[in-house]
């Protein structure tokens, strides 16, 4: 994902009015990758120095510590915002040690449908992946996805991802069959494959709010998020071992829902 295309994404996320708790920005790596998500503040709380946005204050300059995340995230959190619906949290994650990821943990697993976490990353890899895997993430310099994939499956698996909202059950149940008879043969990974799917929904957000016509556009801003979001986390749930079947078509039923 560009620069460009996170804006586009997260300002049809805050027109939508359906904000992901926890927001996860890939590769975020210099001033320029913040100012993206301080314009998104902005667009969510009229003022980037708003009291309900909770910038940490730490003592090390290269660490923020589990005593500071416990008191100025988990145990503030609770309070509700003074004036804004939303209060956000954006955290240096680069600057958060293991003990750390783990304080936020049961935060981030159930956080006041108020509060939102923009975390910035320069390489999410690093991180805990039960911190991942509580996240929606958005990857800057993101290729398409399609790696060594070839272009008659990469075509394929965008077909797909584009009939899922219209199969129905029966037929979306063997749309993910044929996804993992894809992957069986060998013809691409799970990651290629939920790349190309995600980029197909992103795409669509993107045209959707420029005006886009197209069928996967009238679906709407929301209910893309909400596909966009069932695919990352069957590919999480996959990559956790969790079994191919029961993931795509929990995912499916995501998609139509």
Do not use: W
């Not at 994902?1 to 210099?30: F, H, P, Q, W």
Request: glycine share 6%.
């Amino acid at each position: 994902m560009t620069r460009e295309e996170l804006e586009k994404y997260l300002y049809t996320m805050a027109e939508s009015g359906r904000v992901a708790n926890s927001i996860l920005i890939d590769g975020a790596a210099d001033a320029e990758d913040r100012a993206v998500a301080e314009r998104f503040i902005k667009k969510l709380m009229g003022s980037t120095d708003h009291p309900d946005v909770i910038r940490i204050e730490h003592e090390k300059p290269n660490l923020i510590s589990a005593k500071e995340l416990r008191l100025q995230v988990c145990d503030n959190v609770m309070l509700k915002p003074y004036a804004k619906p939303y209060k956000i949290y954006p955290i240096e994650m680069d600057l958060v040690n293991t003990q750390g990821q783990n304080i936020l943990l049961k935060t981030l697993e159930e956080p006041p449908q108020y509060a939102i976490f923009i975390l910035f990353s320069r390489s999410a890899e690093l991180l805990l992946e039960t911190v991942r895997s509580r996240c929606l993430i958005l990857k800057l310099g993101e290729k398409d996805g399609t790696g060594d994939v070839p272009e008659e499956v990469s075509l394929r698996i965008s077909q797909i991802a584009s009939e899922l909202p219209f199969a129905g059950p029966a037929g979306g149940m063997k749309l993910a069959s044929e996804l993992i008879q894809i992957n069986e043969a060998e013809k691409a990974t799970f990651d290629e494959i939920f790349d190309i799917i995600k980029k197909i929904y992103r795409d669509a957000l993107i045209n959707a709010e420029r005006g886009g016509a197209g069928r996967l556009e009238k679906l709407g801003t929301a209910r893309l998020l909400s596909m966009s979001a069932a695919a990352r986390e069957a590919q999480v749930r996959i990559g956790m071992s969790v079994n191919k079947t029961l993931a795509l078509n929990d995912m499916v039923f995501r998609i139509q829902k």
